[in-house]
Each structure stands twice: as C-alpha cells, then as structure tokens.
C-alpha cells in the first residue's frame, strides 16, 4: 500500500502520530529521498498541495491532506479521518487600518496562494475583489502596498504580528486528513480498514 505524505512540518507531525499508533514500526526522515519503503508500506513524500493529485489520480492509496488544500484543490477522493494535526486557521488578515478597508471598500486587493477559498469566500459575501496570486512571503504584499488584505494560514499568530498585522476575520479551520483514492478504497479494502480503524480507536 502506498502513502502520500507532504514534505514540511506535516510530514514530521504524521510520522510521530503513526509511530504511536503502531501504523509505523521506525521512524522515518525528510530527506532526498521521495519514496520510502516501511515494512508493507510504501511512503512517498511530495509536496502539500500535490497530495490530492497523487491519491485522486491513484499514484497514493493513502494520503495525509490539510483540510485548506482540499478546499482549495476540490478532489474526487474520500475524507476518511480528521487526525488532529497540523491545526491551524485559513484567515483574512492586514494592517490594523484594514479593518475599515475590509468593511467599505468597493474592491478589495488581496494577496493569497488560496485563489479558491478566496473567491468563494468573498463572493459569498457579495465583495468584488482582485486577488494576487503569491507563493511565498505574502505578508510582505500589505506592507507595500501591493494588496489591501491576504487571505493564508494562521497557526500561532507569531508571523502577523512580527510584520505589524493582524486577523480580521477567520474564513474556517484546518487540520490534517487521511484521504484515500476511491478505486484503492474498494480494491484494498482489506488493507485500508485496519489501516483507518487504528486511528479511530485512538483519536
């Protein structure tokens, strides 16, 4: 059976949670290597935002998925467990003085990697807004005047702050799932079931 789990700080978080469950017998390292093979199971490691596209397009049984990136990369696969890490929150957020932005200007400029969530929430609430697609670093927009807002993730609040910002409204909150490929789900099942029951039992 084969795993895909996202390089960073997630990958770290899953690996301590499958050794206290008993799913990993030795502990595993980010490195150079991309796939890992662990007794039956083989652990690939990829990018974040790639785990839906792995596990939907049957590369990945399994995948390890922030509840963010399956917002913003809606996926044709099954939500099976929320595992309780990697908790964190999808917020708007800018300088102090974006509060009123927020709330009178016609047309917000917002910077985001979360182009989806984004759009979906703003237009929710009937705001016209231009979003700037950054990868990287998107506090720095505000600060230079190239946004009015950014919408990212928020998990102690430390980053906003040290750059003079601040959250003005959460958009919704983010924890890591265990998804799997839906042809693997009815082919593997035998496999799959004890693989999930293991972390029911002790969620």
């Known amino acids: 059976m084969r795993i895909a789990l996202p390089k960073g700080r997630l990958f770290k978080e899953s690996v301590e949670l499958f050794l206290k469950r008993g799913i990993l017998e030795e502990p595993i390292e980010e490195g150079r290597k991309l796939v890992i093979k662990v007794g039956e199971l083989e652990v690939m490691l990829v990018k974040p935002f790639d785990v839906p596209v792995y596990v939907e397009n049957g590369a990945a049984d399994l995948g390890v998925c922030g509840y963010d990136v399956l917002l913003e990369r809606p996926s044709e ?7 309780g ?20 200007s016609p047309c917000l400029r917002v910077a985001t990697k979360y182009r989806f969530i984004t759009d979906s929430f703003f237009k929710a609430k009937g705001k016209r807004v231009r979003i700037l697609h950054l990868n990287g670093s998107v506090e720095l927009a505000p600060l230079i005047g190239l946004s009015d807002l950014i919408v990212d993730l ?26 799997s490929n ?6 593997k099942r035998a496999e799959i079931l004890p693989f999930i029951d293991k972390l029911v039992k002790a969620l």
């Open 77 to 83: 696969v099954y939500r099976h467990v929320d595992l």
């Open 85 to 104: 890490i990697g908790e964190c929150r999808v917020c708007v957020a800018g300088k102090p003085e974006g509060r009123l932005i927020y709330e009178e």
């Open 154 to 179: 928020v998990q102690t609040g430390r980053t906003l702050k040290e750059n003079g910002l601040v959250v003005i409204e959460e958009i919704t909150r983010s924890s890591a799932w265990l998804i």
């Open 182 to 187: 839906k042809a693997s789900f009815r082919s």
